[in-house]
C-alpha cells in the first residue's frame, strides 16, 4: 500500500490555538470551511511511499534530526501566494532551511517514481486558508494583508504524518527529537600500525 506523507514542525499549544482563532475567523468571514480543518503546521517535506519503506525512512530522518538543535521560530504578520493561499509568515526562516538541507541525503528513500518525486518546502508558511476562490483570496488579503499578527515558539520535535490513499485524516507515524547529538563517524583501525 502506498502512503502519502507530510514532515512537519507543529506549533506549540498556545500558538496553535491563536492560529486557530484566525483560520476560524477566516472561515466565517470569507465561507470557506476548509481553512480549519488543517491543523497549523510548517511542512518540511511532502512525499509519496510504499507503506513497506516507513521504518528505513523513519530511521533515516532521525539519524539525520537528531543532530539538530533546537532552535526559535518567530512568525509575524501574513502573507499570501497570489490568487490562491494566504499565510501566517514565518520570520525566521534559516534554522528550517538549514534543517531541510540537511534532509537532503535521504530524497533518494523518498522518491515513490518519476510522477511524484519529495517536495521539499524552500519557502516555510503556515497557512490559514489556500485553494481560494478568487473573491475569496481577493477579499480576504485585502483584509489581512493590513493585519497584524505576532507569535513564537521552540522547535523541539519534528513530527511525520502518514495517510494512506483510502483515508482522508493524517496519523502520527513518527516523532523525532532534535537532540544537538554529534554524528557518528566511524574510523577504520589501521592494522599495521
Not at 470557506?32 to 511511499?49: D, G, N, R, V
Request: glycine letters at 0%; charged letters at 20%; hydrophobic letters at 40%.
Amino acid at each position: 500500500m502506498q502512503n502519502e506523507y507530510l514532515l512537519i514542525i507543529q506549533p506549540s499549544a498556545d500558538v496553535h490555538e491563536k492560529i486557530m482563532q484566525q483560520k476560524k475567523l477566516f472561515a466565517e468571514k470569507y465561507d470557506c470551511p476548509t481553512a480549519i480543518h488543517s491543523k497549523p503546521h510548517i511542512t518540511l517535506i511532502k512525499f509519496m511511499q510504499w507503506n513497506m519503506n516507513e521504518n528505513r525512512i523513519i530511521h533515516r530522518f532521525n539519524n539525520i534530526i537528531q543532530t539538530a538543535k533546537p532552535f526559535m521560530v518567530s512568525l509575524k504578520n501574513f502573507s499570501s501566494f497570489p490568487t490562491h493561499t494566504i499565510y501566517v509568515n514565518v520570520e525566521t526562516k534559516n534554522d528550517i532551511v538549514s534543517l531541510v538541507k540537511s534532509l537532503r541525503p535521504v530524497q533518494a528513500f523518498l522518491k515513490f517514481d518519476d510522477e511524484h518525486k519529495p517536495h521539499y518546502i524552500t519557502e516555510p508558511h503556515i497557512t490559514i486558508a489556500r485553494k481560494l476562490a478568487p473573491w475569496q483570496y481577493e477579499q480576504g488579503w485585502l483584509e489581512y494583508s493590513n493585519r497584524e499578527f505576532s507569535a513564537h515558539f521552540i522547535v523541539n520535535n519534528i513530527v511525520l504524518l502518514r495517510r494512506n490513499e483510502s483515508t482522508k485524516k493524517y496519523v502520527v507515524a513518527a516523532t523525532f527529537s532534535l537532540l544537538n547529538k554529534q554524528e557518528q563517524k566511524f574510523v577504520q583501525a589501521n592494522l599495521f600500525a
